[in-house]
């Protein structure tokens, strides 16, 4: 037997032993790694508003996500190697699950071959997995991509969300939301099937509790729904029945899309929300999903004169769809001016032109956002899903 057969059973070995699934991270990462053959390894994940790649040791520092090499591996989803001194070579691995950017592996060695980067992106894969099966139920990976205390609202309604991003290699659905910490009312979802892609937006009455149960509940009934294989009008009364029924004071505005992944035709239903926007070929179509809206999801829907509208407009190859809540174009710049729906449509069409990852424009839109402004005066969500087919 060869040593690399050697190694490779040791992996084999640790990931059939039970008793080590029960093992934290850190430890589980150190052995994986002895068992691959590989120096040392250290794991950084992604903070809550990705400006910061936070370790899981006390020992060593935190790492700006605009700025670093390792930064550099989690924006792009590559691979970057640097030199570390004495201690040979830095090689950086993205932690990625599916489609969604977990954070970055720092893999230390002396010399970067073929068996060992083989090794090293195997490991990185595994420890992708492992975050995701264990976030769920460990607090100490919240604590560590926490920068401040997170507000009771914002605690309730990140409870509900999805991963950030979602996908396959035809697809991919991602989105950002702020205040990180102070959000009230507003919510994403996003979801696949073999054949669909559902995706929506939220944004409920106020900046309070009760808003942040509204959109709870919301989010909710259109997964009860939705898990069901409802179509969208049901969807929408499903929502409606539900705030109708639980709280009758509450509304909340809406988009909620679903995508045929074979045929690219996307349905949607507004209700009372901004129309989302179609980028195609590195610009945006002005009106193409401009319809009269349906009243807000709630007790309004009584005001309805007649059933929920269904809108559908044939998707090209490379499209990209966004979903927005107000807060994003009535954000204020520090100048006193609104950040607008122009300069948010043309920021994601200069990214998309420059061939930008999905998940890094709407991260860097958020952030331009952020830093431009003295404060929002409002929550404000981005969900943007770009469709690229199988060639035929």
């Known amino acids: 037997m060869t040593r690399s057969e050697t ?48 370790p899981l040791t006390d020992s060593v520092l935190a790492l700006p996500i605009d700025g670093s090499l390792a930064g550099w591996s989690y924006r792009t989803q590559s691979l970057r190697v640097e030199e570390a ?26 010399t970067l071959e073929p068996v060992s980067l083989r090794r090293g992106r195997t490991l990185a894969s595994l420890v992708a997995m492992m975050i995701t099966s264990k976030r769920a139920y460990k607090d100490s990976f919240i604590r560590r991509t ?31 939301l702020e205040p990180a910490y102070q959000v009230g009312g507003d919510a994403f979802d996003h979801a696949l099937t073999g054949t669909m892609l559902h995706a929506s937006i939220l944004d409920a009455m106020g900046h309070d509790l009760a808003s942040g149960l509204t959109t709870a509940v919301a989010l909710a009934a259109c997964r009860k729904a939705r898990r069901t294989g409802a179509d969208l009008p049901q969807l929408v009364e499903s929502v409606d029945s539900a705030l109708a029924r639980w709280l009758p004071d509450q509304f909340c505005t809406a988009v909620l899309t679903q995508l045929d992944l074979a045929s690219g035709v996307l349905s949607w239903c507004n209700c009372g929300h901004p129309a989302p926007l179609l980028i195609r070929d590195q610009g945006l179509v002005a009106g ?17 004169t007649g059933p929920r509208q269904v809108h559908q407009i044939a998707l090209e190859p490379g499209d990209r769809v966004l979903l927005y809540t107000d807060g994003v ?13 122009e300069r948010f449509v043309d920021y994601v069409v200069r990214a998309t032109a420059a061939g930008e990852l999905a998940p890094e424009t709407l991260r860097r839109l958020i952030h331009s956002i952020l830093d431009s402004n003295s404060g929002l005066q409002d929550d404000a969500t981005i969900l943007m899903f770009e469709w690229r087919p199988p060639l035929h």
């Open 288 to 304: 193409a999903m401009e319809r009269e809206a349906d009243p807000p999801m709630g007790l309004p829907s009584a005001l309805a």
């Open 146 to 176: 926490r920068t401040e205390p997170m507000e009771l609202p914002a605690e309730m309604l990140r409870a509900f969300l999805p991963p950030r991003t979602i996908g396959t290699t035809h697809v991919v659905s991602t989105a950002v």
């Open 329 to 341: 174009t009535e954000s204020r710049m520090r100048n006193g001016t609104e950040f607008g729906l």
């Open 7 to 54: 190694r490779d059973g040791l992996l084999g070995e640790f990931l059939a032993d039970p008793a080590n699934a029960a093992l934290d991270l850190t430890t589980a990462v150190a052995r994986c790694s002895q068992a691959l053959g590989l120096q040392q390894s250290l794991v950084y994940l992604a903070d809550i508003q990705q400006r910061l790649l936070v």
């Open 85 to 110: 001194g004495l201690a040979g070579l830095t090689a950086w691995l993205p932690l990625v699950d599916g489609a969604e950017r977990l954070g970055v592996l720092a893999l230390h060695c002396q």
